[in-house]
């Protein structure tokens, strides 16, 4: 998954957090402008970009099987 993302915040310190349709984490990563998707099930997910707990964007992707 690319990411491209307008908003200013500071990448270095930014997380990237992928929650299942249920709401619970499944995956937690340093901010990068990619990330492999390929270990998750197909299915509907939510993607936040937060840094020191402050939400900078919130994301939603469908991820076919």
């Known amino acids: 998954l690319n990411i491209e993302d307008n908003t200013i915040f500071d990448r270095s310190n930014a997380?990237?957090?992928?929650?299942n349709s249920?709401?619970?984490?499944?995956?937690?990563?340093?901010?990068s402008e990619s990330i492999d998707l390929s270990r998750l099930p197909g299915g509907a997910y939510i993607l936040l970009i937060s840094e020191n707990e402050k939400v900078y964007s919130r994301n939603k992707f469908i991820k076919s099987r």
Do not use: H
């Open 22 to 31: 249920a709401g619970s984490l499944i995956m937690s990563e340093q901010y």
């Open 15 to 19: 997380r990237i957090n992928i929650y």
